[in-house]
């Protein structure tokens, strides 16, 4: 399995809080992405990154933002939660030649 | 319209079965793609890559059709652990390679 760990795995927030989740690879791959995934809308990319310090936006960013200071970090910010954010969070990671693989996600729960 | 359509299933079927899925893409630019499968509360995980001439792995088989852009998976035999939701995923050539998902197709194998 490709090395790609998130952190937390699990998390119960409050509405109102920041949260930032972590993505963590050890493939020295380029590019990296985040997303939630929902009953009934799959899989959503929500921002992405194509090296360090270059991030973009997906299709449902609002709401976070990104930063990647390193190419094997990738962190994802909820800068004020809000109950609609509850889901689970994937990061992928992939190189342009090669299929993504993905981290085991994380479980947020905002109350 | 969403840039990668699947039939959402469920596909309720015996073991033994033969069972295939298709999914339509909107961009005719899409240059990779693949099937992934994802099992209740984990991570997407790579099935296979799917190639112009079409590729087979063992009881799967994948088969792309440019000129009508769609994709298809077929499963023979199968066995209650191919219980899972199917994913179907393009990807452009350039830009970020950014995967985008289907909304994915569920498969219940019975005994």
């Known amino acids: 399995d490709a090395g790609i760990t998130q952190s937390p795995r699990h998390k119960v927030t409050e509405t109102g809080t920041p949260v930032t989740l972590r993505c963590h690879q050890t493939?020295?791959?380029?590019?990296m992405y985040w997303y939630r995934q929902d009953p009934g809308h799959g899989l959503r990319l929500i921002h992405y990154s194509y090296g360090v310090k270059d991030t973009d936006k997906g299709e449902v960013s609002d709401g976070y933002s990104v930063s990647r200071s390193k190419t094997e970090d990738f962190l994802l910010t909820l800068e004020s939660a809000t109950s609609s954010q509850t889901s689970v969070y994937f990061c992928?990671?992939?190189?342009?030649?090669?299929?993504?693989?993905f981290g085991q996600g994380t479980r947020l729960t905002v109350v | 319209r969403k840039e990668v359509e699947q039939d959402p299933g469920p596909f309720n079927v015996p073991e033994g079965a033969t069972v295939a899925f298709n999914c339509t893409y909107s961009n005719s630019a899409s240059q990779s793609f693949f099937w992934y499968r994802q099992d209740c509360r984990k991570e997407p995980k790579l099935l296979m890559s799917v190639y112009s001439s079409g590729n087979e792995d063992g009881r799967f088989t994948a088969q792309l059709n440019r000129a009508s852009q769609y994709i298809s998976l077929l499963i023979r035999d199968s066995k209650l652990s191919d219980s899972a939701t199917y994913l179907c995923?393009?990807?452009?050539?350039?830009?970020?390679?950014?995967?985008?998902f289907g909304r994915g197709t569920s498969l219940i194998v019975h005994p």
């Open positions: 995923v393009v990807r452009l050539s350039g830009g970020s390679y950014i995967p985008t």
């Open positions: 493939e020295n791959h380029r590019y």
């Open positions: 992928a990671i992939s190189e342009s030649t090669s299929p993504a693989f």
